[in-house]
């Protein structure tokens, strides 16, 4: 007897479905944990009109807290740190916007001195971070 040899060709296609599993696995991760993230700090934000700095993507967010605590994103800081702290992080982002978030309960004086020290170094740029739209009563 006599065999024939076969030429088996060689199959060049890719089988996306475990890539796709993978993919999906993974938005599904990211859709969860980003909230999660961005939280910052727990802060109690005052009633506010609600409206967006326009053209800023990226924020730096400084928080008072109610006993005035300073915070950098999450990272608690003194109040004699926070200008070396944010000179560094605007030059590694140099279009980055500034939004101070302070207590409800933190006291007015607290937050206008972080303002006061920003716009004294020479950022003028800086927004206040408020809740969700006023509720006028009728």
Same mark, same amino acid.
């Given at each position: 007897?006599?065999?024939?040899?076969?030429?088996?060709?060689?199959?060049?296609?890719?089988?996306?479905?475990?890539?796709?599993?993978?993919?999906?696995?993974?938005?599904?991760?990211?859709?969860?944990?980003?909230?999660?993230?961005?939280?910052?700090?727990?802060?109690?934000?005052?009633?506010?009109?609600?409206?967006?700095?326009?053209?800023?993507?990226?924020?730096?967010?400084?928080?008072?807290?109610?006993?005035?605590?300073?915070?950098?994103?999450?990272?608690?800081?003194?109040?004699?740190?926070?200008?070396?702290?944010?000179?560094?992080?605007? *030059?590694?982002?140099?279009?980055? $916007?500034?939004?101070?978030? %302070?207590? @409800?309960?933190?006291?007015?004086?607290? +937050?206008? &001195?972080?303002? *006061?020290?920003?716009?004294?170094? $020479?950022?003028?740029?800086? %927004?206040? @971070?408020?809740?969700?739209?006023?509720? +006028?009563? &009728?």
């Amino acid at each position: 007897m006599h065999r024939v040899a076969r030429k088996t060709k060689i199959r060049a296609d890719i089988n996306l479905t475990p890539m796709i599993d993978v993919m999906t696995s993974l938005l599904a991760i990211f859709m969860i944990t980003a909230p999660l993230l961005t939280s910052g700090i727990p802060l109690n934000l005052p009633k506010g009109d609600g409206k967006q700095i326009e053209g800023k993507e990226k924020t730096l967010d400084i928080g008072v807290d109610a006993s005035g605590q300073i915070y950098v994103g999450t990272e608690k800081i003194a109040k004699a740190d926070l200008i070396k702290k944010v000179r560094a992080i605007i *030059a590694e982002n140099p279009g980055i $916007g500034m939004v101070i978030s %302070g207590d @409800k309960d933190s006291s007015y004086g607290a +937050v206008i &001195e972080v303002m *006061a020290l920003l716009r004294a170094a $020479g950022f003028t740029q800086v %927004g206040l @971070k408020t809740d969700a739209k006023v509720v +006028v009563p &009728e």
